[in-house]
């Protein structure tokens, strides 16, 4: 496979129009392709449908962190210190290799530790928000995406159209109105819950599940209200159901797996599943390190991953079921070990089942430009009809978009 670069991309580095080392400290980030290019083998027949597919079909990954993170992991101070100079590095260049046309970037989130090491403060996300926005402003490769028509004319440009996100809701306190500010400021979708619990519900971490607060019901309202795209994929299972019931829109689970494959907090039940396609919402499915695994091999590979995608798909069927890779550029499984407490690793990926496999990267998955090269591949190579493979990669997705932005 030839690797080839979006032509609309021209050579642009995050923060260029500063100087590094002098108007901010300077850190050494990872390469993009650090674990290298893994691609699955097509035949020829097959590599054309791929092209072919993709150059007809808008790609979108529902949830993303592309943006680098430093090469050595080694030190907690490594990576602590980068997260605390709140200056995240697009992956330009590497999104340029993708074949994306719109990414869902979910910023620091939950390494946003700015201000605090505990993170989600409202002053920092608002300020991570900003100095990407400045950055974005700079440059003319992705497009702020607010609408649907921003992801086709993106697509139409060759370039990508980003859409800017809050995964957990913890830094709007207990201020409703804050969700209009988020919105005003290009924000598009917003978690009900990271892992912890908030003022809206419980998150997945918990041993007991209070449900959808009525603070939280209102805000569900909010978004509806704004047109904000609801996040349920960090939350606890009646908080999760509570919110899709409550909204009047459809929502997502952006980045999850099945329950019924692997048995962890951080995956989906098949109640909850069932609710979100009924509701006309869409399941994204994840592939961060060792979270989509199943007991078929006992480890993380593309071969798992994408048992959970079949398992969505054949329990509720094609049309409510994507991606949200949940990738990042550089050592996954590294920023994992560092920030385990803060990402609350521990208390979700619990299973009953026998220990598993670590390994240092997913192949094929290992981040968001080499996701969106062999997710297609292996659709296509597994028999799935091209307007199967339009609905997963971006037609759902655009769907329900179309019902919820306003």
């Known amino acids: 496979m030839e690797f080839k670069m979006k032509p609309a991309y021209h050579g642009y580095r995050a923060y260029a129009y500063l100087e590094e080392g002098k108007d901010y400290p300077k850190f050494d980030w990872a390469d993009w392709d650090w674990a290298g290019r893994h691609v699955l083998d097509l035949t020829d027949e097959e590599e054309a449908r791929v092209a072919e597919i993709l150059a007809n079909t808008p790609y979108i990954s529902l949830h993303d962190h592309p943006t680098l993170f430093p090469r050595k992991m080694d030190s907690a101070d490594d990576i602590t210190d980068a997260m605390r100079n709140g200056r995240e590095m697009t992956a330009y260049e590497a999104l340029a290799y993708s074949n994306l046309d719109c990414v869902f970037d979910n910023q620091l989130d939950g390494v946003n530790i700015i201000s605090s090491p505990g993170g989600w403060k ?8 900003g100095m990407r926005l400045c950055d974005i402003a700079h440059q003319d490769f992705l497009v702020h995406c607010k609408t649907v028509d921003d992801i086709f004319a993106a697509k139409k440009a060759g370039k990508i159209a980003w859409v800017a996100v809050v995964e957990g809701a913890a830094p709007i306190e207990n201020e409703v109105d804050r969700i209009d500010i988020l919105y005003g400021l290009g924000i598009r979708q917003l978690g009900v819950t990271y892992s912890e619990s908030n003022a809206l519900g419980s998150g997945c971490k918990e041993n007991h599940d209070g449900g959808l607060t009525k603070f939280g019901e209102k805000c569900v309202e909010r978004m509806n209200q704004v047109g904000m795209l609801i996040d349920v994929s960090h939350c606890a299972p009646q908080t999760a159901y509570d919110a899709v019931m409550h909204s009047k829109k459809p929502i997502i689970a952006s980045h999850v797996g099945a329950k019924g494959v692997w048995p962890t907090k951080r995956m989906a039940s098949d109640e909850l599943i069932k609710a979100v396609a009924e509701k ?9 390190p060792h979270t989509t695994m199943s007991k078929t091999n006992m480890t993380h590979d593309i071969d798992s991953f994408m048992e959970h995608f079949e398992y969505v798909k054949n329990m509720v069927g094609i049309d409510h079921v994507g991606f949200g890779v949940d990738c990042l550029y550089g050592d996954h499984v590294g920023v994992h070990h560092a920030f385990s407490a803060a ?10 089942v026998a220990p598993y496999e670590e390994v240092p990267f997913v192949k094929y998955l290992e981040n968001t430009t080499e996701s969106s090269w062999n997710i297609p591949r292996w659709l296509v190579k597994h028999g799935y009809s091209d307007e199967e493979i339009a609905k997963v990669l971006g037609g759902n997705a655009i769907r329900v978009l179309r019902e919820v932005w306003a």
Request: proline share 0%; aromatic share 4%; glycine share 14%.
């Open 122 to 129: 409202w002053i920092d996300i608002i300020h991570d928000l």
């Open 280 to 288: 006309g919402g869409v399941i994204g499915i994840e592939a961060a």
């Open 343 to 352: 990402l609350s690793l521990a208390s979700t990926a619990k299973t009953g």
